[in-house]
């Protein structure tokens, strides 16, 4: 019984750094490509660069690298922001989904 609390205890904390990391970087992402028309572009570089460390902490190089670069160009090159920004969307979240498990009774 002791095995099963303990696989259960990790896939829920797996699961919860996931939702802290990823989720949380794709729901910003998705603020602010959808709302960009009221934001300052250094308003978006911030959140950009919050979103690249998000990527970076769950092990997720190559969208932390995209964002990063997004978080730049958007200060200067609005065409090349967003064609950063939808490639780093794209690799987000690519390998790191959890994959859900059947629901397990802990007594």
């Known amino acids: 019984m002791e095995i099963s609390r303990k696989k259960l205890r990790e896939e829920v904390l797996k699961r919860i750094k996931y939702v802290q990391t990823c989720v949380l970087a794709r729901e ?14 250094k ?7 919050s979103i690249s460390n998000l990527c970076k902490e769950t092990g997720c190089e190559e969208p932390s690298e995209l964002c990063s670069k997004a978080a730049e160009a958007v200060l200067t090159d609005e ?4 064609e950063l920004c939808a490639q780093s969307c794209m690799k987000c ?3 790191r989904r959890p994959k ?7 007594a």
């Open 28 to 41: 910003m992402c998705l603020l602010v490509r959808t709302n960009r028309a009221v934001l300052d572009p």
């Open 43 to 49: 308003d978006v570089h911030d959140i950009c660069l």
């Open 79 to 82: 065409g090349k922001y967003l």
């Open 93 to 95: 979240g690519e390998e």
């Open 100 to 106: 859900p498990k059947r629901a397990t009774y802990v």
